[in-house]
């Protein structure tokens, strides 16, 4: 058994001891447990065989959990995981992702209707089966059932940087099949799109069969699902689908337009296509004759393909047929990079909820090639986080002075401060504090159940303040595990231009919040982005590569962007300079 089986292990073993409702501190013992083992780069097999390393040395790894894996690798099975899938189906697991229904809501459902699949769970809310439940009403129900389709989602879809980390593993067991002259990871992943439902792989190869005997092979295979002489699908331990094609050099690029799709995009081609008399698919672009005949005039590569249409190479993020081929009309947008980010613009410290001190995020940031950031914690409505009074804050920003003096001409440190706005609107601190900052960022973290109208009018006031100089992951959704709350975004975007603020693209993968359409919609409005990290340790800080393809999936452009520009340009923007 391999690492990314044994982390499924437990993952599955957390699942269902959650559902039990066992202690939360096993629970979580678990969960990381799983995280360090996934994220090892020796086989815990080869640990245990070697008598110079033990497995309590790994963080997170105490002796029971040593224990589990060794059985795990010697048996493939453990007893405890077996008892507990003897009692609880797995398919109930899959409500414990419904957004506020817990564990023990969970369990009562099952025990009192014997429902465990979302279907039946959603067919019960219907009939108002989950209302009569002791301890649940119609609320509840309301709840559950609005919650039902974001559960199904994340059952069958992956974070982007999930999907990456497996690319990156795939890509390199692959790379081993020596007549593997292309290998392209196209479908949704290649897209950039925040989740990925499975992933599409396509390559050039030699000997068909032995690339796919070499992806029979990959350690986090579970079952080959299907297999044909040039096609094969499997399913990985983490229960994701991986396709593999193998196709003729000569097909390479029109495979790889074909499954890199969106569908949509392929949709839009094949008629552009129709309309000059050829034909695509994914051998090749075709001339049909007036015979009926056909003629094959590209297919090695893709700008090829697009070139015998007429049209420019479209990077693949912005292939949803959305409106890039009216763009491409008049010429395609130059997409941001990573390399364009000159500053990251939220982050937090150890002063609040973050892991690292001041000094270490600053050396962390320093280490980026940033010449500027801003030290962003929370204020003090986020008890939970401990956020910063007016003293703590001020100590803070004086601090950052002092440091400022032993970087300058290293990075240039901003006084910043995620601040709350209060439920009834207004900010957690008095003006006469937050002026004394650089850069002050506003955040809803409370009443998000609020109405629509409420809730602009809280972003809206904040926007309003002139202190404040940009609006934090603006819909609050979090991918997979929380709906956005009700907001007026056009209202927003119009307070915002108003009155030369920003709105923020959240670079965290669970996040990115702006998505990519809104993001596109202030562009066109012309409110600028700012893409950052809200790192909570330093680490915390490479995540801007997600907000990076998330703004390319909107189109934006190095102009489009908030932290792309020298600080003194951002001052001149918010009319400050
Ligand atoms: P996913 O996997 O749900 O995140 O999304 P995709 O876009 O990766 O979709 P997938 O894996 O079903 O198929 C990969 C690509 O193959 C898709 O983006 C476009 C192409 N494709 C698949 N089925 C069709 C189809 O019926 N018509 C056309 N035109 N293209 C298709
Ligand atoms: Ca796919
Ligand atoms: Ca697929
Ligand atoms: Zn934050």
């Known amino acids: 058994m391999n690492n990314a089986q044994i982390a499924a292990k437990f993952e599955m073993l957390a699942d269902l001891l959650e559902f039990q409702g066992a202690n939360s501190f096993r629970i979580r013992a678990y969960r990381n447990a799983a995280r360090t083992i996934e994220g090892l780069s020796q086989q815990i097999s080869d640990i245990l065989d070697d008598s110079s390393q033990k497995l309590t040395d ?11 894996c060794q059985v795990l690798v010697e048996t493939d099975k453990l007893p405890q995981l077996e008892e507990l899938q003897k009692k609880i189906p797995p398919s109930v697991l899959a409500m414990l992702r419904i957004p506020g229904l817990g564990p023990k809501k969970a369990a009562v459902i099952y025990k009192e209707l014997g429902i465990s699949t979302l279907e039946d769970l959603k067919q019960a809310c219907l009939d108002e089966k989950i209302r009569a439940l002791k301890g649940f009403g119609a609320k509840t129900e309301q709840t559950i059932l609005s919650g039902i389709d974001l559960a199904a989602t994340a059952e069958q879809r992956v974070y982007w940087a999930k999907a990456d980390k497996l690319v990156q593993r795939l890509r390199e067991h692959l790379e081993s099949v020596k007549g593997i002259e292309k290998l392209t990871f196209a479908g949704s992943y290649r897209r950039g799109k925040e989740t990925v439902g499975d992933i599409d792989i396509l390559t050039v190869a030699e000997s068909s069969t032995e690339a796919m005997d070499c992806l029979a092979e990959f350690p986090e295979m579970e079952e080959v699902i299907a297999r044909g002489d040039t096609k094969m699908s499997i399913r990985l331990a983490s229960n994701m689908q991986v396709d593999l094609r193998v196709v003729p050099a000569k097909s390479y690029g029109a ?28 051998y090749g672009v075709f001339r049909v004759n007036e015979d009926g005949s056909e003629t094959f005039i590209a297919g090695e590569t893709e700008e090829d393909v697009y070139a015998a249409l007429d049209l420019p190479w479209f ?37 609040t909820d973050g892991v690292n001190t001041l000094e270490e995020m600053i050396e962390g940031s320093i280490a980026k090639g940033y010449q500027y950031i801003a030290i962003t914690d929370h204020s003090k409505r986020v008890s939970m986080a401990n956020g910063l009074n007016a003293e703590r804050l001020l100590d803070q920003w004086k601090t950052i002075d002092e440091l400022q003096k032993k970087y300058d ?9 995620e601040c709350d706005i209060l439920e009834q609107g207004g900010m957690d601190l008095p003006d006469d504090v937050l002026e004394q900052g650089d850069w002050i960022i506003a955040s809803v973290h409370y009443g998000q159940n609020q109405s629509k109208q409420q809730i602009t009018d809280r972003i809206v006031g904040a926007l309003e303040n002139p202190n404040i100089c940009i609006v934090a992951h603006p819909t609050g959704r979090l991918i997979n595990r929380r709906e956005p709350y009700e907001v007026d975004l056009d209202a927003v975007f119009q307070c915002a231009k108003e009155n030369r603020k920003f709105v923020e693209l959240n670079a965290n993968p669970a996040r990115l919040d702006l998505n990519d359409v809104y993001c596109h919609t202030a562009k066109e409005q012309g409110i600028l982005i700012g893409i950052n990290s809200d790192g909570h340790k330093v680490e915390g800080l490479d995540v801007m590569r997600y907000g990076i393809l998330q703004a390319r999936r909107a189109g934006l452009t190095k102009e489009d962007v908030v932290n792309t520009r020298p600080w003194n340009d951002i001052l001149k923007l918010l009319g400050r300079a």
């Open 58 to 68: 790994l963080e997170g790894i105490g002796k029971d959990l040593a224990e589990k």
């Open 255 to 282: 495979a790889s337009l074909y499954f890199t799709g969106s569908k949509e995009h392929n949709v839009k081609i094949r008629g552009i296509a129709k309309q000059r008399g050829m034909k695509i698919n994914e």
């Open 315 to 351: 990077p693949p993020e912005l292939r949803e047929n959305r409106d890039e081929f009216k763009l491409a009309e008049t010429g395609l947008p130059k997409l941001i990079t990573v390399e364009d980010i000159v500053g990251d613009m939220h982050m937090h410290t150890d002063a």
């Open 409 to 417: 001409g290293k990075i240039q440190i901003l006084k910043g401060l």
